[in-house]
């Protein structure tokens, strides 16, 4: 009984972290969970994003997963100059000093498809695409590009496999669900512990 209470107070403090969202777009059916934060992100219905995540200048598409810990994105830094320290750059950041102040863009936009799931612990580089369907292992370090219904994994992150036969990925892709209703899904909702069921019948 006592760790049941234990863990019962323990989850109370966990969502006691307040998130923090800027200039953000989040869909009214969407969650953000409790210590995360975003900045310059747009998100669409029904994804969920996990405790303590950061997440700058992205846009997440929809009926997204994303785990706990996850990075994406960020500021870029001047590796062609001298110096990659941001006080010689005209942007604003944590430090008072200002050397000089060379134009420098920040400019940077990731994107994370529709059904995209991300597990525990991953990094993705800003300006990564993440296709549609794709499964990101956790831990991972994404600095490259993932296609659709693409599963990768490891520190680079690499191609494992695609979840399902290019037939059925482009079918998929084409039958575009995630824009449907809730209704139109409410529909075909059962079938969707099925592929082939639910392609048939799409």
């Known amino acids: 009984m006592l760790s049941y209470l234990e863990y019962l107070i323990s989850k109370i403090i966990k969502k006691l972290h307040f998130k923090a969202i800027l200039n953000s777009e ?17 998100m669409g219905k029904y994804s969920d994003v996990g405790y303590d995540c950061t997440i700058i200048n992205t846009e997440i598409g929809a009926f997204c997963s994303l785990g706990a810990n996850i990075v994406i994105g960020g500021a870029s830094h001047t590796i062609d100059w001298v110096s990659t320290s941001p006080v010689f750059n005209e942007n604003k950041d944590h430090l008072p000093k200002k050397f000089s102040r060379h134009k420098f863009s920040l400019d940077s936009k990731t994107i994370v498809g529709n059904d995209v799931w991300i597990g525990n612990n991953v990094m993705i580089k800003s300006n990564v695409k993440i296709g549609d369907g794709a499964v990101l292992g956790m831990g991972s370090i994404v600095t490259k590009d993932v296609g659709p219904y693409e ?17 059925k990925i482009n079918n998929l892709l084409h039958s575009k669900w995630w824009d449907w209703t809730d209704k139109e899904i409410e ?13 048939d019948n799409k």
Not at 151 to 167: H, S, T
Not at 187 to 199: G, P
């Open 151 to 167: 599963i990768w994994a490891g520190n680079p992150a690499k191609l494992i496999r695609k979840r399902f036969q290019e037939d």
């Open 187 to 199: 529909k075909k909702a059962s079938l969707f512990n099925n592929v082939n069921a639910f392609l």
């Open 26 to 42: 989040i869909h009214k059916t969407s969650k953000v969970c409790a210590g995360s934060q975003l900045v310059n992100v747009k």
